[in-house]
């Protein structure tokens, strides 16, 4: 047996294992046992039957033991060749097979590709305080009283923070908004839609949260909304749009006092410097937990900005495919309609192949990291990130493992993950943690 390898594009080679006719032949006998210890012929008993029996009556049979026997040696000669980093065998071809013949199997695959991994013990990673003010705890103090609000029906104008139900029409010019954007109602037409009157939240028209202050049950008025040139939704950018506007009832928002003996038991402390208390504990843990994320995508983007290095195609192609199809289904479920998403379908691709580049150049370089730092997954890391993910998806945990066990691919790929999260938080554990000013947290 011979092997050569040849260049096939970037990070793909082709290699071609070469068999003479004396291996091919061997191969060919030893299935040809193989099929005849286990064959049913009449006359005979099994392992008896003649040579030339057998191939006569099992020839296909013999033909695809032989090429799959052929296939299996290539395969493995592949793996063992040291100069050869594996990372996906992609095709093997035999071509046609025949005892006494020599035979030239060639194996397509993808190679890691050689680079070298950053200084990562040098990554400087930013974070913030994790001091809690007084005016952070009062703030989250509001929002726990604002969550256990009462909506009291009131019998007057409404007020700022008052909850408003109405409808409204939107117009350009006589045109109904609502044909322009048929895939965002909320600028176009509602009916009993429920608006915090005064509240600015980016989401829906400003100028009918604002228009609502001082209206009244059964009032009726029409509100104008300028929406700036740059604004999201294309059809509405930069024109006056008229709303028709009718208030059914008003709400006001009673928020508990947070002395309250209610409000106290309801979160189960008895008294008020005892919330204020968990409140602080809470805030520092999330605080705690926003620097570790935002260190995690510090260091995940500055390997992404390393030196570019071949990646292999195949794997780039997968996970374009993978990224590609889920952008389009949010995007159907998110109400674009498919011939949209025809139009763009080439300027979507691209987007999920830059995404897919970033993905593999990511996995590629944490495995590497895996590899040089021998982080490894024990079988308890396995258990613990199973039953984590099996409470998420509200299964089973017992039930979900087993599963996953019984799935040899997909407990690769778990497998695979867990390994890739473990280097990363190794990376970042080892990086240089630079705390910043408070100022600095609103500029950056």
């Known amino acids: 047996m011979n092997l050569e390898i040849k260049e096939a594009g970037t990070a793909r080679k082709i290699a071609t294992v070469s068999f003479d006719a004396k291996e091919v032949?061997?191969?060919?006998?030893?299935?040809?046992?193989?099929?005849s210890r286990v064959a049913n012929i009449p006359g005979f008993r099994k392992g008896k039957a003649p040579t030339s029996v057998i191939r006569k009556k099992f020839s296909k049979e013999l033909k695809d033991e032989l090429n799959r026997k052929i296939s299996t040696e290539a395969y493995e000669a592949v793996l063992a060749e040291k100069d050869l980093r594996v990372f996906s065998i992609l095709n093997i071809d035999a071509g046609e097979l025949t005892a006494g013949n020599p035979a030239n199997v060639e194996v397509t695959i993808d190679i890691e590709p050689e680079f070298e991994l950053p200084e990562f013990e040098k990554f400087e990673l930013t974070t913030h305080p994790t001091d809690v003010s007084e005016e952070d705890v009062d703030n989250e103090l509001k929002?726990?009283?604002?969550?256990?609000?009462?909506?009291?029906?009131?019998?007057?104008?409404?007020?700022?923070?008052?909850?408003?139900?109405?409808?409204?029409e939107g117009k350009i010019d006589d045109n109904p908004v609502a044909d322009l954007v048929p895939d965002k109602p909320m600028y176009g037409k509602q009916s009993n839609t429920w608006e915090e009157a005064g509240q600015v939240k980016g989401l829906g028209v400003d100028a009918i949260a604002q228009g609502i202050i001082g209206m009244g049950k059964d009032d009726k008025t029409v509100v104008e909304a300028k929406f700036e040139d740059d604004f999201e939704v294309t059809p509405l950018a930069g024109k006056s749009v008229s709303y028709s506007l009718e208030v059914h009832e008003v709400r006001e928002k009673k928020a508990p006092e947070p002395d309250s003996k209610e409000f106290l038991e309801?979160?189960?402390?008895?008294?008020?410097?005892?919330?204020?208390?968990?409140?602080?504990?809470?805030?520092?843990?999330?605080?705690?937990?926003?620097?570790?994320?935002?260190?995690?995508?510090?260091?995940?983007?500055?390997?992404l900005e390393m030196p570019d290095f071949p990646l292999p195609q195949q794997a780039v192609e997968d996970e374009s495919k993978n990224i590609f199809q889920n952008n389009v289904q949010?995007?159907?479920?998110?109400?674009?309609?498919?011939?949209?998403?025809?139009?763009?379908?080439?300027?979507?691709?691209?987007?999920?192949?830059?995404?897919?580049?970033?993905?593999?150049?990511?996995?590629?370089?944490?495995?590497?990291?895996?590899?040089?730092?021998?982080?490894?997954?024990?079988?308890?890391?396995?258990?613990?990130?199973?039953?984590r993910e099996a409470m998420m998806m509200r299964k089973d945990p017992t039930e979900y493992v087993k599963a996953l066990s019984q799935d040899r691919a997909r407990l690769n790929r778990f497998r695979q993950d867990i390994l890739h999260d473990k280097a990363l938080q190794l990376v970042v554990s080892k990086g240089i943690e630079k705390v910043c000013e408070i100022d600095e947290e609103h500029t950056n």
Not at 25 to 35: F, G, V
Not at 269 to 280: G, Q, R, S, T, W
Not at 330 to 357: H, P, V, Y
């Open 25 to 35: 032949s061997e191969k060919e006998n030893q299935a040809c046992r193989e099929i």
């Open 143 to 168: 929002s726990l009283c604002d969550q256990r609000a009462s909506f009291d029906v009131v019998d007057r104008k409404a007020k700022e923070s008052d909850y408003v139900k109405c409808s409204y």
């Open 266 to 303: 309801a979160l189960k402390v008895e008294k008020l410097d005892d919330l204020k208390d968990k409140i602080k504990k809470d805030l520092e843990t999330r605080k705690g937990h926003e620097n570790e994320n935002a260190k995690r995508q510090q260091v995940t983007q500055k390997i």
């Open 330 to 387: 949010r995007a159907l479920q998110g109400g674009t309609k498919q011939e949209q998403i025809e139009e763009k379908r080439d300027e979507l691709w691209k987007q999920s192949q830059t995404q897919a580049e970033a993905r593999v150049k990511l996995t590629l370089t944490l495995g590497k990291v895996a590899e040089q730092e021998k982080v490894e997954v024990s079988n308890e890391d396995l258990a613990q990130a199973a039953t």
